[in-house]
T-cell receptor, first 114, second 118 residues
Framework: EPEVTQTPSHQVTQMGQEVILRCVPI?????FYWYRQILGQKVEFLVS????????KSEIFDDQFSVERPDGSNFTLKIRSTKLEDSAMYFC????????????FGPGTRLTVL | AQTVTQSQPEMSVQEAETVTLSCTYD???????LFWYKQPPSRQMILVIR??????QNATENRFSVNFQKAAKSFSLKISDSQLGDAAMYFC???????????????FGTGTRLKVLA
């Protein structure tokens, strides 16, 4: 059964460094999402992406964040200059359609900013 | 704005017994979807069950069923004949059917960790 994959599973970085989190959505899916979960808190929506552009972004998704689908298979989340408060689990999700289909989630990348 | 609340951070159930996980939500919308996702340790979230708000009938999937009370804005998950493999974090999620923003993002609760005792 197709799955959403994410790499790396764990990323440790120094404050101020750039990180790129990678996701490979299910191949025939058209809608892509990033969520994050700070330890002990809710899973929060960051951004949705469709047709090579951002559909919606949350207040969390400021100018330090960007997303890209560089080659038709990968879907990346870049944090330009990481802060301590960016430490969280980041989940990628994709869906075939928006309305009737559920989202399929990757296993997450745990980002630790020191 | 919509919110989802899971008031039970952790639950335990004896193997073969039944357990109910609670979820309440707040919305002014009439059309929406509700989901329960299961996340085993170090694994991805997988869909357990979904409910369309326009359907009065409660969804069931094998040993999993929901009690959807639209007026009360309650969406609980019942797991019957619990198995060791049911041990996981369970997330309740809300999604608009016709979002004003045009995007079908999920709004999650904080999750309930379910332990299954042998």
């Amino acid at each position: 059964e197709p799955e959403v994959t994410q790499t790396p599973s764990h990323q440790v970085t120094q404050m101020g460094q750039e990180v790129i989190l990678r996701c490979v959505p299910i191949s025939n899916h058209l809608y892509f999402y990033w969520y994050r979960q700070i330890l002990g808190q809710k899973v929060e929506f960051l951004v949705s992406f469709y047709n090579n552009e951002i559909s919606e972004k949350s207040e969390i998704f400021d100018d330090q964040f960007s997303v890209e689908r560089p080659d038709g298979s990968n879907f990346t989340l870049k944090i330009r200059s990481t802060k301590l408060e960016d430490s969280a689990m980041y989940f990628c999700a994709s869906s075939e359609q928006a309305v009737y289909n559920e989202q399929f989630f990757g296993p997450g990348t745990r980002l630790t900013v020191l | 704005a919509q919110t989802v609340t899971q008031s039970q951070p952790e639950m335990s159930v004896q193997e073969a017994e039944t357990v109910t996980l609670s979820c309440t939500y707040d919305t002014s919308e009439s059309d929406y979807y509700l989901f329960w996702y299961k996340q085993p340790p170090s694994r991805q979230m997988i869909l357990v069950i979904r409910q369309e708000a326009y359907k009065q009938q409660n969804a069931t999937e094998n040993r999993f069923s929901v009690n959807f009370q639209k007026a009360a804005k309650s969406f609980s998950l019942k797991i019957s004949d619990s198995q060791l493999g049911d041990a996981a974090m369970y997330f309740c999620a809300y999604r608009s059917a016709f979002p004003t923003s045009g995007t079908y993002k999920y709004i999650f609760g904080t999750g309930t960790r379910l332990k299954v005792l042998a």
